[in-house]
């Protein structure tokens, strides 16, 4: 199982000036995906990336690009992104009043859809609508930074939602975001995560390390 765990290095790690030459070292050290943090400054204190970037660094990576929407309201950002080049979009229930609405837009635009759960969240938000779904994101940190620490209370909502999944016979992506490290991807992984997204544990130590951090994250 550890083996087929999906990478997805967090480029709000990486060197924001050399952001193309980022991404194709972290394709070519053995990354899945190409996690985006994209961050408004009103639902998360902090501003990052737009869809503009996402189109810049699209020509960069064959990865399939997983783009983590902090901002709210997401759904009039949806098109430009799924536009730019973004093959997942995920957003947080919290950030508009129709999150079946808005998984529909994502899918109709082409896109996957995924839903984010803040340590807060409670995982029944997506129990009527599983169909509506191709990933889950379970975010081990209150989002906007980089470079906290996990938070092992979500290891409990990891194995809720890895039963909410096998218990309809699905084959949703279980990803988990913040503080995921080579001590505690295992956690994620036993308690039936199937991704893991890391900013600091792949992108320490410069280019030359992220093939090495990237196999000790997969254990
Ligand atoms: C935080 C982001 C994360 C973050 C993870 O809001 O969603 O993706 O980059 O960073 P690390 O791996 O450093 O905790
Ligand atoms: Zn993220």
């Known amino acids: ?20 030459e980022e991404v194709r070292a972290i394709e070519a050290a ?44 997401a759904d009039p950002y949806i098109e430009a992104f799924v536009n730019a080049g ?6 947080h229930p919290e950030a508009g009043p129709h ?14 859809a995924g839903v984010v759960f803040n340590p807060s969240t409670d995982p029944s938000v997506i129990q009527w609508m599983m169909d509506e779904i191709d990933l889950i994101l379970v975010m081990s940190i209150n989002p906007g930074f980089g470079g906290q620490t996990f938070m092992h209370s979500q290891l409990r909502k990891i ?27 295992p956690l994620c992984i036993a308690a039936g995560a199937t991704a893991l997204v890391a900013g600091t544990a792949v992108f320490r130590g410069g280019a030359e390390m992220y093939a090495a951090n990237i196999a000790a994250l997969r254990g």
Not at 1 to 20: C, E, K, N, T
Not at 86 to 91: E, I, P, T
Not at 163 to 176: H, K, S, T
């Open 1 to 20: 199982m550890a083996a087929s765990v999906v990478i997805a290095p967090s480029i709000l790690a990486s060197d924001f000036a050399r952001l193309g």
């Open 30 to 73: 053995g990354a899945d995906w190409v996690h985006v943090d994209v961050m408004d400054g009103h639902f998360v204190p902090n501003i990052t990336i737009g869809p503009d970037v996402v189109k810049a660094l699209r020509p960069h990576s064959k990865l399939p690009f997983d783009v983590h929407l902090m901002i709210a309201p």
């Open 86 to 91: 973004a093959d997942y979009v995920s957003v």
């Open 99 to 112: 999150l079946n609405r808005t998984l529909k837009q994502i899918r109709k635009l082409g896109a996957k």
């Open 159 to 185: 194995e809720a939602l890895r039963r909410m999944i096998d218990a309809e016979g699905r084959d949703i992506p279980l990803e988990v975001d913040g503080g995921v490290t080579p001590d505690t991807a």
